[in-house]
C-alpha cells in the first residue's frame, strides 16, 4: 500500500510538465497548428526560469519571488517563440512539421547556448518548495496525494477545468475551434484567421515556457542540456491521445508519468533490471498509443497542419 | 510579369533571407556578449585556412550527405525522417556486433558486410515509422522522434553492457564503449596525418546512385510521384503506402551506413555520443541541398564547416558550440518561409506593382521638374 502510495504521490509532480505543455499544445492543434517546435520553447522556458533565482542568489538566499519573476519570463519567452512560429507558420504559410523541427532546434541550440554562458556547468537552484495546503494536507492518503506539492502542481491542476472552459464556453475559445476545424467558414463570418492562429500560438507557446520552467525550477531544480528529454514531443502525442479534450489529456499525462514514478520506484527497490529499459518504456507507450488510436484522428481538428489562404479558393 | 523582375525578385528574396538568418544568429550572439563579426568569420574562414582544417571538414561533411541523402529519398516520398538520430545509432550497434563476431575475416569481406550490416539495421529502424504511417497513419513526426530516443537507450545499454570493452571492465573507468574494432574493417586514411577516410568516396557514390535511382528509373518516378500528389499518384495505379514504407527504409538505411562508416573511418570503436545530432544536421543539410544530391554535397561541405568552425570558435571567441544548433534552427526556419514567399505569385504581383507605381511617380517627379 505505502508502495503504491509513493508511486502516486512521485508521479502526480512528475506529469505537471507535460500536463501544462500538452494544454498548450491542445490550443495550437485546436486552431489548426501543429507545433512540433514545444520542445524548443520548453527549453527556453526551462533556462530563463532558472536563470534569474540563479542570477539573484550565486549561493546566498534567494527571496521566493525572484522565482515567480522567473516563470514570468519563461511565459513571456514562450508566447515570444510562439509569435515567432507564428510569423512562419501563418503568415508564410511554410510546412509546420519541417517549421517546427527548425524551431525546437532553435530553441534547445539557443538555451544550451546562453546556459553554457550564463551558468557553465550543474548548478542548482533553491527552487520553488513543497507548499502543502494546510488542513488538507493533514487528511491521511489523499493529503500525501493531492495537498503536499509545490504551488504550480495545484495551479497545473486547476488549469485543467480552466482550459476547458476557455475552449468550450468562451467566444474566444469558440473561434479558436472554429479556425482549426473550418478556416474559410470562420472567415466567411468575419473571424480574423491569422490574429486567432496566433493567439492560439501564444497561449500554446507560453504554457510550454512554463512547462519548461516547472521543469528546471520545481522538479530538476536545474538545468542540463537534457533536461526536457523528448517530453515536448511527449506532450504533442499526448494531446493526439487526449483527443483534443483538457481532461482526456490529463487522464494521459498522468498515465504517462506513473510509468516514469513506476520506473524509479523499481529502481529504488533495488531489483536488477537494466534501467535503459525503463527509461524506454514512456517513448514506447506513445508509439503504442498513436498506433492504437487512428480513429480519433479523424475526429481531431479538421484543418490541423493546413496553412489557410484566404486569397485561394479551396 | 517580365523574367528578369522574376529572378531579380527570387534572388532579392534570398539575399534577404541570409541577412535576416544572420541577424537572428547575432541576436543570440549579442546576448552572450560575442563579437558578432569574430565570430562569423572564424565559423566560415578558420577551418578552411590549413590541411588538417579541409579534411576536418570533409570527414564532417561524409555522414552529413549520406544522411541528408536518405532524408530526401523520404522527403520525396512525403515523409520526414527526423529519427536518423536513432537509425545512425542502430547501425553502429550493427556493425560493431559484426566486427566484434567475425574479426578476423579479410577487409574487402568485412567492410562491406559490415556497412550491409549497419545498413540493414538503420532500414529495420527505418520500416517502424514507415509501416506505421503507411498503414495506420501514425504522424512519422512523432514516431521517429520516439524512435530516437528507444534507440538512445538501446545504444546505451548495449555498450554498457554486452558490448562493453573487456579493458573498461577490468580497469573499471566506467567509459561505456565497445573494444577497438577489428584492424580489418578500418577504412584507410588516404592523406598522410589527417583523419580524412575512403568512407568520402562511398558518400559520394552514394549521391551519384540516388541520383540515378530517384530521376532516371520507374521506381523513382513512382516514388517521387507518391510524395507530389498523393492521391494522383494512387490514381495512377501507384501503391503509395508499399513506396512510403521502401522510401523510409532506404533513408533509414543511409543513416545506418552513416554510422557504420562513422566508426569505421574516424572513431573504430562504438563510443557513445557518436550520433552528436548529426541525424538533425542532415535535416538541414537534405533542405539547404534543395531536396537533391547535387545540392546536397556542396551543402554538406558548408554545414561540414559550420559544425567544425563552432568548434572552433569555442576555443578563439568563447562561444559555445552549441551555437551551430541555433544556426540550424534559423536556417530551417528562414528556408521554409522563403520558399513560401519564392513561390507566392500574389506576394510578388503585389511587389511588382508596388515598384512599377514607385517608378511612375519617379518619372512623374521627374517631368514636373
Redesign the interface.
Known amino acids: 500500500m505505502t508502495f503504491v502510495i509513493n508511486i502516486l504521490s512521485l508521479g502526480i509532480p512528475f506529469s505537471v510538465a507535460l500536463l501544462i505543455a500538452s494544454l498548450g499544445e491542445m490550443f495550437n492543434q485546436r486552431a489548426g497548428i501543429f507545433n ?1 517546435g514545444c520542445e ?1 520553447m520548453m527549453a527556453m522556458g526551462a533556462f530563463l526560469g532558472m536563470l534569474v533565482p540563479y542570477l539573484v542568489g550565486q549561493g546566498s538566499y534567494v527571496p521566493g519571488y525572484y522565482n515567480y519573476l522567473g516563470l514570468l519570463l519563461a511565459l513571456a519567452v514562450g508566447a515570444l517563440l510562439g509569435l ?1 512560429f507564428g ?2 507558420v501563418v503568415t ?4 509546420q ?14 538555451a ?3 546556459f ?3 551558468i557553465g556547468g550543474t548548478q542548482s537552484v533553491p527552487g520553488i518548495n513543497v507548499a502543502p495546503i494546510p488542513l488538507l494536507s493533514d487528511i491521511p492518503v489523499l493529503g500525501v496525494l493531492f495537498f503536499n506539492h509545490n504551488p504550480l502542481v495545484y495551479v497545473a491542476f486547476l488549469m485543467v477545468p480552466s482550459a476547458w472552459y476557455l475552449l468550450f464556453k468562451t467566444p474566444w475559445g469558440l473561434k479558436v475551434r472554429a479556425v482549426g476545424t473550418h478556416p474559410r467558414a470562420a472567415d466567411s463570418i468575419g473571424i480574423d484567421v491569422n490574429k486567432v492562429r496566433f493567439q492560439a500560438l501564444m497561449v500554446g507557446g507560453a504554457l510550454a515556457g512554463l512547462a519548461g520552467a516547472y521543469l528546471s525550477l520545481c522538479q530538476a531544480k536545474m538545468f542540463s ?1 537534457g533536461i526536457i ?2 517530453r515536448g ?2 506532450a ?2 499526448l494531446v ?1 491521445f487526449g483527443h483534443w479534450h483538457p481532461v482526456k489529456i490529463m487522464g494521459g499525462a498522468l498515465l504517462f508519468t506513473l510509468a516514469q514514478a513506476l520506473q524509479l520506484a523499481i529502481q529504488g527497490l533495488g531489483i536488477d533490471f ?1 534501467y ?2 525503463l ?2 518504456l514512456p ?2 507507450m ?2 503504442i498509443v ?2 492504437f488510436s ?1 480513429k480519433s ?1 479523424i475526429t481531431g481538428p479538421a484543418a490541423l497542419g493546413k496553412p489557410f489562404n484566404r ?1 485561394i479558393r479551396a | 510579369m517580365t523574367n528578369r523582375f522574376k529572378t531579380g525578385y527570387k534572388i532579392g528574396v534570398i539575399i534577404l533571407a541570409i541577412i535576416t538568418a544572420m541577424a537572428l544568429g547575432a541576436v ?1 550572439l549579442l ?3 560575442a563579437d558578432v563579426f569574430k565570430t562569423y568569420i572564424v565559423i566560415l574562414t578558420r577551418p578552411l585556412m590549413n590541411k588538417i582544417g579541409v579534411t576536418e571538414v570533409l570527414l564532417r561533411m561524409v555522414p552529413l550527405s549520406i544522411i541528408a541523402i536518405g532524408i530526401t529519398v523520404a522527403y520525396r516520398s512525403g515523409i ?1 525522417n ?1 529519427g536518423a538520430e536513432g537509425q545512425m545509432a542502430i547501425g553502429v550497434l550493427s556493425t560493431t556486433a559484426i566486427a566484434l563476431l567475425f574479426p578476423n575475416l579479410p577487409g574487402y569481406v568485412l567492410i562491406p558486410f559490415a556497412i550491409l550490416a549497419g545498413a540493414i539495421g538503420g532500414a529495420a529502424w527505418g520500416f ?1 515509422p514507415g509501416f ?1 504511417k503507411a498503414k ?4 512519422e ?3 521517429t ?6 534507440a538512445a ?2 545504444y ?2 548495449l555498450l ?2 554486452p558490448m562493453l570493452d573487456p579493458a573498461e571492465m577490468t580497469m573499471g573507468s566506467g567509459t561505456p564503449q565497445s573494444m577497438r574494432l577489428s584492424k580489418n574493417l578500418d577504412l584507410t586514411r588516404f592523406i598522410k596525418g589527417t583523419r580524412i577516410h575512403t568512407g568520402l568516396f562511398i558518400a559520394l557514390a552514394l549521391a551519384v546512385i540516388i541520383y540515378f535511382l530517384l530521376w532516371k528509373t520507374s521506381f523513382g518516378f513512382k516514388l517521387r510521384a507518391a510524395g507530389a500528389s498523393s492521391k494522383a499518384a494512387r490514381y495512377g495505379g501507384i501503391n503509395v503506402p508499399k513506396y512510403l514504407i521502401i522510401a523510409m527504409m532506404i533513408s533509414g538505411a543511409f543513416a545506418g551506413m552513416a554510422g557504420s562508416i562513422e566508426i569505421a573511418g574516424v572513431h573504430r570503436r562504438a563510443i557513445e555520443g557518436v550520433t552528436s545530432g548529426y541525424g ?1 544536421s542532415g ?2 543539410v537534405a ?1 539547404f541541398g534543395g531536396l537533391h544530391p547535387a545540392g546536397i554535397v556542396p551543402a554538406a561541405f558548408f554545414f561540414g564547416l559550420l559544425i567544425y568552425g563552432a568548434d572552433m570558435t569555442q576555443r578563439i571567441v568563447g ?2 558550440a ?12 528562414v528556408i ?2 522563403t ?3 519564392i513561390n507566392n505569385p ?1 506576394l510578388m504581383q503585389k511587389v511588382e506593382s508596388r515598384i512599377n507605381s514607385f517608378r511612375k511617380k519617379g518619372s512623374a517627379q521627374e517631368e514636373t521638374v
Open positions: 512540433l524548443g515567432v510569423v512562419v508564410f504559410r511554410a510546412p512539421g519541417i517549421a517546427g523541427i527548425g524551431m525546437q532546434m532553435f530553441g534547445v541550440g539557443t544550451g547556448t546562453l553554457r554562458h550564463f542540456d528529454a523528448g514531443f511527449i504533442v502525442a493526439y537494466p535503459e529499459f527509461v524506454m517513448y514506447v506513445v508509439i498513436l498506433a487512428r484522428q486569397e | 543570440i546576448a552572450i556578449g520526414i527526423i517502424i506505421l495506420l497513419q501514425v504522424s513526426l512523432l514516431s522522434v520516439m524512435l530516437n530516443y528507444i537507450q538501446l546505451t545499454f554498457r553492457g538533425f535535416i538541414v533542405l562561444v559555445p552549441n551555437m551551430v544548433q541555433v544556426l540550424q534552427g534559423i536556417i530551417i526556419l521554409v518561409s520558399k513560401m514567399i500574389y
